[in-house]
């Protein structure tokens, strides 16, 4: 059974950095893209980066690049999400989902059920 447990979340102000975890168990998280989504209130879900499996490509939406960087350890079957210069703007409940091949889509449809997130808050 597929298990995504995230953490890292938490109460940060702006300029400040936080870095996501995701645990992984019960699929070979090595030969599968890995993607961190974000749900604010009143706002619709959305991708905010991508990773393949073997991490030669990544995907950013345009309002973290720069800003966020995502990686993954296929040894410890766990993704991260390091961001930085948080912003208000940033404050979700991220949650990381598994793609359903080797290479990341940009369709939220392709990714697999979400974790249960961990809840990120900017603000001063």
């Known amino acids: 059974q597929e298990k995504l447990v995230e953490s890292g979340g938490g109460l940060v102000q702006p300029g400040g950095s936080l870095k996501l975890s995701c645990a992984t168990s019960?699929?070979?998280?090595?030969?599968?893209?890995m993607g961190w989504f974000r749900r604010a209130p009143g706002k619709a879900s959305e991708l905010v980066a991508a990773?393949?499996?073997?991490?030669?490509?990544?995907y950013y939406i345009d309002a973290v690049k720069a800003r966020f960087t995502i990686t993954r350890d296929n040894d410890l079957n766990t993704l991260y999400l390091e961001m930085n210069d948080l912003r208000p703007e940033d404050t979700a409940l991220y949650s990381c989902?598994?793609?359903?091949?080797?290479?990341?889509?940009?369709?939220?449809?392709?990714?697999?059920?979400w974790g249960q997130g961990t809840q990120v808050d900017v603000t001063s």
């Open positions: 019960g699929f070979n998280f090595d030969i599968y893209a």
């Open positions: 990773i393949s499996s073997n991490a030669d490509n990544s």
């Open positions: 989902a598994q793609s359903q091949g080797p290479l990341f889509n940009l369709a939220q449809h392709s990714y697999g059920d």
